[in-house]
């Protein structure tokens, strides 16, 4: 079985571009969310997709950012403009229908954005 | 104050010895307790999950919780060299409706041959 795929592993974008990441769950997955690493920094929530409806995006840092999750498969994140302190690390990570406490999230390996 | 605790380290041991991680948690209604290994460059891997009080024993990996400190710890036996990585210890709290991870900034562990 396939894990999380993430999309690129790499970007480097200028301040003010737009880039827009491509994370593809585990098949059957219901549940994706994304997290973000900056440098020297804990790995922080962004948000929590269920199916293709928005259950938490508590952890956007700004209307700069915009996910999407249509039809209830993979996801997109989109920053628009770009700025310099968007730099890090972006995790997907999925996990089944999570009704129980037991509910696992399995991670992607992220995409390195590079924003100068 | 951070919601979940980490000493970075680095945290060095030799080969066969025991490695010993820790973690503290702020918020009583944390549930679920995760241990994510992760080598550089590489997605967090999980290596051990844990719910309830006490001890759990996978292989040659350990998770201890202790819900009244507000603690789990990660033991490592038998260390070995593919052992070093960057061990991350991630929090849920799922009582409060958030199904998010809270992590901490991970511990780093050399095994030396």
């Known amino acids: 079985e396939a894990g999380v795929t993430q999309f690129p592993s790499h970007s480097v974008i200028e301040k003010g571009q737009t880039v827009t990441l491509r994370c593809d769950p585990i098949s059957g997955h219901d549940n994706l969310y994304w997290y973000r690493r900056v440098m020297g920094k804990e790995i922080k929530f962004l948000l929590h997709?269920?199916?293709?409806?928005?259950?938490?995006e508590s952890g956007m840092p700004n209307n700069r950012f915009l996910a999407e999750r249509t039809g209830g498969t993979y996801s997109t994140l989109k920053v628009q403009p770009a700025e310099l302190e968007d730099s890090g690390v972006y995790f997907c990570?999925?996990?089944?229908?999570?009704?129980?406490?037991?509910?696992?999230?399995?991670f992607g390996p992220g995409t390195r954005l590079t924003v100068l | 104050q951070k919601e979940v605790e980490q000493n970075s380290g680095p945290l060095s041991v030799p080969e066969g010895a025991i490695a010993s991680l820790n973690c503290t948690y702020s918020d009583r209604g944390s549930q679920s307790f995760f241990w994510y290994r992760q080598y550089s460059g590489k997605s967090p891997e999980l290596i051990m999950s844990i719910y309830s009080n006490g001890d759990k024993e996978d292989g040659r990996f350990t998770a201890q919780l202790n819900k009244a400190s507000q603690y789990v710890s990660l033991l490592i036996r038998d260390s070995q060299p593919s052992d070093s990585a960057t061990y991350l210890c991630?929090?849920?709290?799922?009582?409060?409706?958030?199904?998010?991870?809270?992590f901490g900034t991970g511990t780093r562990l050399t095994v030396i041959p």
């Open positions: 991630a929090v849920n709290k799922r009582g409060t409706g958030a199904n998010n991870l809270f």
């Open positions: 990570a999925s996990s089944q229908e999570g009704t129980g406490w037991t509910d696992t999230q399995y």
């Open positions: 997709f269920v199916k293709e409806s928005k259950q938490d």
